[in-house]
């Protein structure tokens, strides 16, 4: 895969940060470009056009394809031979849609609670 990727996330999310840290890209695909979501950059102002609701879940785009939410977290780990429980479990696509529901609440909390806006 040498097209290489561009993750669109949100960039004041503690949790979303250190996923896109954890992950061993570079060495599975090439070039990776990490995007923050809440940054003005005229890529993240195409997905909204699009309806793509980047507070309901992380972007992925891999040439022409869009991954989206659990389906951007599972492509993600199936690329990676990345450590811990989380990246193996959300390599199967049955787990990945149960879980991430949960994880996407969970983010929601955390960042209600430290004070930040969705990136709406």
Do not use: N
Request: overall charge positive; charged content about 30%.
């Amino acid at each position: 895969m040498a097209a290489g990727l561009e993750i669109f996330y949100d960039g004041q999310c503690p949790f979303c940060s250190a996923y896109t840290r954890m992950l061993r890209l570079r060495k599975a695909v090439g070039r990776v470009e990490l995007i923050d979501a809440r940054e003005a950059d005229p890529r993240v102002e195409a997905l909204k056009r699009r309806g793509v609701d980047l507070d309901v879940g992380m972007v992925v785009r891999h040439g022409d394809r869009l991954y989206h939410g659990a389906d951007a977290v599972r492509f993600l780990s199936a690329l990676t031979d990345a450590p811990g429980p989380l990246a193996r479990l959300m390599r199967s696509p049955r787990r990945a849609a149960a879980l991430y529901p949960v994880l996407r609440a969970g983010r929601a909390l955390t960042l209600r609670l430290l004070g930040r806006r969705p990136i709406g």
